[in-house]
Nanobody, 122 residues
Framework: QVQLVESGGGLVQAGGSLRLSCEAS??????YAWFRQAPGKEREFVTR????????AYADAVKGRFTISTDNTRNTVYLQMNSLKPEDTAVYYC?????????????????WGQGTQVTVSS
């Protein structure tokens, strides 16, 4: 079965760091992405990376603070979050796509993790 399992969320103070993990199983994916959703808001693109590493993109809100990476041997994608701000508070979701077509629209993806809560206090 196709499955994405997320972990690593938690509560941190502003300026702190957190590392999220998403382990994929069931197939080999071509594109991984992270989205987040705050209460009352639509799901928001954070970052994406191709399995080849040749495609990489970040939302302006996280550029310079967040880093996405993959371990293809373990079929795992990571999100290293540094210099966290209260406005980063959200449920973070990993997503995967079988092609390189998938971009920054949540509708591009049909494989999703269950989400992990990230809360940043001031």
């Amino acid at each position: 079965q196709v499955q994405l399992v997320e972990s690593g969320g938690g509560l941190v103070q502003a300026g702190g760091s957190l590392r999220l993990s998403c382990e994929a199983s069931g197939r080999t994916f071509s594109m991984y992405a992270w989205f987040r959703q705050a209460p009352g808001k639509e799901r928001e693109f954070v970052t994406r990376i191709a399995r080849t590493g040749l495609i990489l993109a970040y939302a302006d809100a996280v550029k310079g603070r967040f880093t996405i990476s993959t371990d293809n041997t373990r079929n795992t994608v990571y999100l290293q979050m540094n210099s966290l701000k209260p406005e980063d508070t959200a449920v973070y979701y990993c997503a995967a796509c079988a092609s390189y077509y998938c971009n920054s629209d949540p509708k591009d993806y049909d494989n999703w993790g269950q989400g992990t809560q990230v809360t940043v206090s001031s």
